[in-house]
Nanobody
Framework: QVQLVESGGGLVQAGGSLRLTCAAS????????MGWYRQAAGQEREFVAA????????HYSDSVKGRFTISRDNAENTVYLQMNSLKPEDTAVYYCAASKSITALTSGPVPSWGQGTQVIVSS
């Protein structure tokens, strides 16, 4: 199992930017597909973005496409989520996710989760 630790959450005004970081560890940390989900209060956890282990392919939900960018640094076993043009609707707890299967990562179920980091976008 891959261990995941998120950081970088915080409070930002609408239209601002924030960068989330997820550090992965474990025997297969450098070879798993990784991504991000988010869960707003009272809502179901939803897919945000994913990236294959090589970084060659990325996936985004329609709600964040064009505003968020996912990337990874395999030398550091780290994945990033650059969030620009943030909206109040982006307010949620953001969870790092990892899976050997890219399809499982984008549509579930996800086998590995981080603890989550809170993002609050004020209007």
């Amino acid at each position: 199992q891959v261990q995941l630790v998120e950081s970088g959450g915080g409070l930002v005004q609408a239209g601002g930017s924030l960068r989330l970081t997820c550090a992965a560890s474990g025997p297969t940390a450098s070879y798993v597909n990784m991504g991000w989900y988010r869960q707003a209060a009272g809502q179901e956890r939803e897919f945000v973005a994913a990236i294959t282990w090589s970084g060659a392919t990325t996936h985004y939900s329609d709600s964040v496409k064009g505003r968020f960018t996912i990337s990874r640094d395999n030398a550091e076993n780290t994945v990033y989520l650059q969030m620009n043009s943030l909206k109040p609707e982006d307010t949620a707890v953001y969870y790092c996710a990892a899976s050997k299967s890219i399809t499982a990562l984008t549509s579930g179920p996800v086998p590995s989760w981080g603890q989550g980091t809170q993002v609050i976008v004020s209007s």
